[in-house]
Every structure is written in structure tokens, then in C-alpha cells.
């Protein structure tokens, strides 16, 4: 859709703050919005496409440089810690070896995920910025090819580029999982998303989309870590074990309440509703709101492998990732002949067996119980 200047009129002064909707709010006034501004969007097509991109669209040469050189940066910057310190502590950790492995994956986005909630949470809650309280506000002022303040233009340098190294890292560094291929696509989606809203200058709600989602991936990965950790060195390990279970009971709220309640309340009420109130006829509204129902979309996907997860925790079973290829990876394991081939066979056994010692099982092997 073709671009309108701003004026004073649909200012912040001028528009009034909506209170965060409900999910029936949130379905019956975008359903109306959207249909109403396609209906209203005779000239909506290809060329009109290609020239409010042409019109709206910022972004320099420098910027892309600089992106692909931080995606590259960051390649560097894991193999290098994952060389130096990661690895060497799994070895030192005496961790099992399909846990070794998978180790400095998690080590590595704990460590991202990390640096980068935490600044985007400074944005939004120790600076000027009201986006979290008042999410119409992102659209406050906007203006086709404003300047972009250099806090957010870091945390989107920071995220772009770490996005753009996550696509090449998910194919050739991380292990592969059930979810892999829709990760892929995941990142490609946030990574237009990243690129896009800075392009047209959507900054502002792209720095509260970052916000709900990080959160969730410090969780992961710190729950993911204690999970290896608990059996190390042919030990149990209770506090770790405790953790991990802290970790995903944390994580699987925070990801209700962050990506299936906030998200869609604040972030696609104010991109599907209050957008079109704040800047009527603003571009590519379709296609970004296309792009962030799509990650909802993912969002609910991930949610069922949660829901999977908690009903094994219910059931006392061993925390693990549910998205991995255990049987895959034990079939693989047998034929390299890592494990003997009656082994799953004699699980049963050596679990009762260890029962009469006062010994923790986990995976068919005894280990004795630590704090």
C-alpha cells in the first residue's frame, strides 16, 4: 500500500492509547481492520508493491556491509569460544558423549541470548521508550525514512546479524532435530523481519517482538545445560537435576505468557489495529503482518512439543529434549558399534539391579548420586 506523510494530527498527542485487548478483541478488530484496508486497496498489486519498496524502503550499502560482516564476526566468535572453552569444559566435566556434543550449542546461545535480552530490556524498561506499557505507541510519529536512534540501531545490528549467522549455523554446526527444518524457516522469517522493519523504519515494535521472544531461549538453554550436566562422570547430580526442572517448569509458562498472550496482544493488536490509526495507508502492512502471524504460527507449533514435554515431566519421566532423534541417534550408536546391540534389551535389568544399590538410572546406566 502506498505511503502518506504523517502530520501533526496522528501524532501521539492525537491518537488514543488502546488498552491491551483480548484474544477475542484481538481476532474480531483485525479481522475487521484487515478486510476493511484490503477491500479499500483498489490499487493493491505488483507495481504498487514494487514502488512504495522503491519509496520507503532505507537501507545503505554501509548497513549491509556491516550486517554481514557481524554475521561472520559471530561464526568466528562461537568456533573460537566453543574451541577454547566450551569443549574443554565438557571434557573436564567428564560429560556423556552425545551430551558433549551438544554442550557448546547451548553454552554458546545461553551466552547470546543472554547479552542480548538483557539490552533489549534496558530499552524498554530503563529508557524513554513506553513500547511494553503502550504498544500503539510504537506507531506514534512515524515517518517514511526517519532516522533511526542508535540504541535500537544496535540491538538491530546486534539481532540481524546474529540471525543471518543463525541460518548457516543451524544447518552446519547445531545438531539436527525433529524442529530443524522449521527453526531454518523460523530464522529466515525473523531475520526479513529484522531487515524489513528497519528498512521502513518499524523499528520501534521490532524491539518489543525481540523482547518476548529471547526470554525463552535463556531459558531453554539453561535448562538444556543442567539436563547434560545432571550425569556427568558416571554421577548423579541432584542439584542439577533440580535445576533443569526449575528450568522447564519457568520456561514452559514464560512461553505462554511472553509468545501466545503478549505477543499477539500487544505486538499484532498494535501492527493489525492501531497501525492504521497512527498512519493510514502505511506501508507493506500486509506483508509484515503476514510475516508476524507466521511466527505466531510457529510459536503455537513449539508449544505442542511443550505441551509434550510437560505431560513427561508429569509422568516422572526423565527431562529431555523431546525434539530429538533418541531412536535415530541409538540406531546410529549400535551400528558404530558404541553400544552393544542387546543393551536396550538388558535396560530393564540393570534398572532393577540398581534399585537394590541405591543407585540412580538414567539411559540403562547406573551412576551414583551426588548433591
Known amino acids: 500500500m502506498a505511503s502518506h506523510t504523517v502530520d501533526d494530527s496522528t501524532s501521539a498527542g492525537a491518537v488514543e492509547m488502546d488498552p491491551m485487548p483480548g484474544y477475542v478483541d484481538l481476532i474480531t478488530k483485525a479481522s475487521t481492520v484487515m478486510y476493511g484496508a484490503l477491500r479499500d486497496c483498489s490499487a493493491c498489486g505488483l507495481e504498487l508493491s514494487k514502488r512504495t519498496l522503491l519509496d520507503n524502503a532505507y537501507i545503505t ?15 568466528q566468535i ?40 538483557s539490552y533489549s530490556t534496558y530499552l524498554l524498561f530503563f529508557t524513554s521508550y513506553t513500547f511494553f506499557y503502550d504498544p500503539p505507541s510504537v506507531f506514534y510519529d512515524w515517518k517514511s525514512g526517519m532516522s533511526v536512534p542508535t540504541d535500537i540501531a544496535i540491538a538491530y545490528l546486534i539481532q540481524g546479524s546474529f540471525y543471518g549467522h543463525s541460518i ?20 529466515v522469517i525473523t531475520l526479513a ?21 529471547d526470554i525463552n531461549d535463556i531459558q531453554l538453554e539453561f535448562t538444556k ?28 509458562i514464560t512461553w505462554f505468557w511472553f509468545r501466545l498472550y503478549w505477543f499477539p496482544l500487544k505486538v499484532l493488536y498494535a501492527t493489525c489495529v492501531s497501525s492504521l490509526q497512527s498512519v493510514p495507508h ?85 551412576k551414583d548420586k551426588h548433591l
Open 168 to 187: 548457516y549455523a543451524t544447518v552446519y554446526m547445531d545438531a539436527w532435530r525433529k524442529d530443524s527444518a522449521v527453526m531454518v524457516v523460523h530464522h
Open 225 to 252: 545445560l543442567n539436563v547434560y550436566l545432571k550425569s556427568r562422570g558416571g554421577s548423579y547430580y541432584l542439584l542439577n537435576d533440580i535445576l533443569s526442572n526449575m528450568g522447564s517448569v519457568s520456561f514452559s
Open 282 to 366: 502505511i506501508p507493506f502492512y500486509f506483508f509484515f503482518n503476514a510475516l508476524l502471524l507466521a511466527l505466531l504460527l510457529m510459536n503455537i507449533y513449539w508449544f505442542l512439543f511443550i505441551v509434550v514435554f510437560v505431560v513427561k515431566v508429569l509422568k516422572m519421566k526423565e527431562v529431555n529434549d523431546v525434539r530429538e532423534y533418541e531412536e535415530v541417534e541409538g540406531v546410529k550408536a549400535a551400528a558404530a558399534g558404541l553400544v552393544p546391540a542387546h543393551q536396550a534389551n538388558d535396560s530393564d535389568h540393570q534398572h532393577d539391579h540398581s534399585a537394590v544399590h541405591g543407585k540412580h538410572v538414567q539411559n540403562g546406566v547406573s
Open 193 to 213: 523481519l529484522i531487515s524489513f522493519s528497519y528498512a521502513f523504519r518499524y523499528h520501534n515494535v521490532g524491539v518489543l517482538v525481540l523482547f518476548l521472544h
Open 61 to 75: 550499502w554501509n548497513e549491509i556491509f556491516l550486517f554481514c560482516f557481524c554475521a561472520f564476526l559471530w561464526t
Open 78 to 117: 562461537r568456533q573460537g569460544l566453543t574451541e577454547c572453552l566450551f569443549k574443554p569444559l565438557a571434557e573436564r566435566c567428564k560429560l556423556q558423549n552425545k551430551d558433549a556434543a551438544k554442550m557448546p550449542e547451548s553454552a554458546w546461545k545461553l551466552v547470546f541470548y543472554t547479552m542480548s535480552w
